[in-house]
């Protein structure tokens, strides 16, 4: 019943339904099928046999058994060609370090100027400030030395004033005396 | 009080702890068992799930990759092609 060459029709699995050849028997109970099917060893309770018969050598190939199902069964087989998977497409981490390092580099060239020409003027101010203060403190202690010298003066001038009344009282004095 | 459309008894009651107490939950009742549509056997390989949860499921998951898959159980579908052949 199930030599090779018989067609039969497969009925469990997700090929149910769709006719096959038998192209080797391999033992009592599995065979090699092709036709519309996967090209699959088989259970002979997976089959169900019909009453037609191809001539298929035990080493044809998948293209014969297509010819043959055209020729004599009118069959027409789709060729399915294995999917092959795509490359998956991850996502590439660009890294924006480097362009963002250039630009570091080149804010930090500029904020690195600007920073010399702030501390510049800084040192420029406080040097300013400083000698300011310097002269401030001159200006100070002259003026206090200043106002030392004019108190100075004004006691002496004051002294001499005292000392001039009081010899002009003494001798008011002693003219009155006389 | 209950709200109207939670007076039916077509969902499930579920009581869920909370922290502050136990809160009665409302949720949507599971299908049943998906069954031969010839001997009535039940179906193998078909999920008894609700239909948000077989939205998120692929196709290959909701019933097995053969003629007649999910409709009918194997033995059936077998009898079913057998009857065809012949018939043809």
Do not use: W
Not at chain 1, 125 to 135: I, N
Not at chain 2, 33 to 55: D, F, H, I, Q, W
């Amino acid at each position: 019943m199930f030599d090779t060459g018989r067609v039969c029709v497969k009925i469990a699995g997700r090929d149910a339904g769709k006719t096959c050849v038998i192209i080797k028997k391999i033992d009592n109970v599995f065979v090699m099928i092709d036709g519309e099917t996967r090209r699959r060893k088989c259970n002979l309770k997976h089959l169900e046999p019909l009453d037609k018969t191809l001539n298929v050598n035990e080493d044809a190939s998948h293209k014969e058994v297509i010819t043959l199902f055209k020729e004599k069964l009118k069959i027409e087989i789709k060729e399915t060609k294995p999917k092959k998977a795509k490359p998956r497409q991850r996502k590439q981490h660009i890294k924006k370090e480097k362009p963002i390092k250039e630009t570091k580099k080149k804010s930090q060239q500029k904020t690195d100027s600007a920073k010399k020409t702030e501390v510049k003027a800084a040192k420029v101010e406080t040097k300013a400030k400083t000698t300011k203060k310097t002269e401030i403190k001159a200006d100070k202690k002259e003026t206090k030395e200043k106002g030392i010298e004019a108190a100075i003066t004004k006691e002496i001038k004051e002294s001499a004033k005292d000392k001039e009344s009081s010899a002009k009282k003494e001798t008011t004095k002693k003219a009155e005396k006389k | 009080m209950v709200s109207g459309r939670f007076k039916s008894r077509s969902k499930r009651r579920v009581m869920v702890k909370t922290p502050n107490g136990t809160k009665r939950v409302y949720k949507n009742r599971k299908p049943s068992k998906a069954t031969c549509g010839k001997c009535g056997a039940v179906l193998k390989g078909v999920p008894r799930a609700t239909k948000s949860e077989l939205a998120h499921m692929p196709k290959t998951a909701k019933r097995p990759e053969r003629p007649y898959g999910g409709v009918l159980c194997s033995k059936c579908m077998r009898l079913a092609i057998k009857e065809k052949i012949n018939k043809s």
